[in-house]
T-cell receptor, first 115, second 113 residues
Framework: EAGVVQSPRYKIIEKKQPVAFWCNPI?????LYWYRQNLGQGPELLIR????????DSQLPKDRFSAERLKGVDSTLKIQPAELGDSAVYLC?????????????FGPGTRLTVL | AQTVTQSQPEMSVQEAETVTLSCTYD???????LFWYKQPPSRQMILVIR??????QNATENRFSVNFQKAAKSFSLKISDSQLGDAAMYFC??????????FGTGTRLKVLA
């Protein structure tokens, strides 16, 4: 079974440029998470989807970040315009919610460098 | 709000020895899960072990075991017979009723040959 796929793995852009990250979750997983992981820190949730619905986006900086999950499968996270402080690893995770059991499976992440 | 604290930024252990990584958390919820995740240098996080708060018995997965002290809100990870492949960042995580995961800042484990 294929794991969570993310692309690109690395991205270098200049500040004020737009950037997009793509995530393909494990087949059948209805919940998808986007996290930001700063250097030396743990992941911080940006947004969580249940199917197509964003059920928790309280940590998403909505002035420059946007996300979508069309048809409840793939998801895209966008930053426009990027700032220097956005340099981080962006992780995608997915899970299948069955009652309380909710094990997350993570993708390899996208390392973003903003110059 | 829930918080997770890992007070050991870095730990070292000799190969074949035992090491314990500490984690404390704060919550007002009675039902929750606690997790330890491993993140090797390649960055992909993988689940090491999970503990349900309502279970008194400590979880064990091969060489990995936890010491779960609910009253003290402590959740430490013990790695026995440490191997070179255990070297990684280890994150403690909390998940309550909202399915939101809260991660600690991580402990970097070095395994010395």
């Amino acid at each position: 079974e294929a794991g969570v796929v993310q692309s690109p793995r690395y991205k270098i852009i200049e500040k004020k440029q737009p950037v997009a990250f793509w995530c393909n979750p494990i087949s059948g997983h209805n919940t998808l998470y986007w996290y930001r992981q700063n250097l030396g820190q743990g992941p911080e949730l940006l947004i969580r989807y249940e199917n197509e619905e964003a059920v928790d986006d309280s940590q998403l900086p909505k002035d420059r970040f946007s996300a979508e999950r069309l048809k409840g499968v793939d998801s895209t996270l966008k930053i426009q315009p990027a700032e220097l402080g956005d340099s981080a690893v962006y992780l995608c995770a997915s899970s299948l919610v069955e009652g309380w059991l909710n094990e997350q499976f993570f993708g390899p992440g996208t390392r973003l460098t903003v110059l | 709000a829930q918080t997770v604290t890992q007070s050991q930024p870095e730990m070292s252990v000799q190969e074949a020895e035992t090491v314990t990584l500490s984690c404390t958390y704060d919550t007002s919820e009675s039902d929750y899960y606690l997790f330890w995740y491993k993140q090797p240098p390649s960055r992909q996080m993988i689940l090491v072990i999970r503990q349900e708060a309502y279970k008194q018995q400590n979880a064990t997965e091969n060489r990995f075991s936890v010491n779960f002290q609910k009253a003290a809100k402590s959740f430490s990870l013990k790695i026995s017979d440490s191997q070179l492949g255990d070297a990684a960042m280890y994150f403690c995580a909390y998940r309550g009723g909202t399915y939101k995961y809260i991660f600690g800042t991580g402990t970097r484990l070095k395994v010395l040959a």
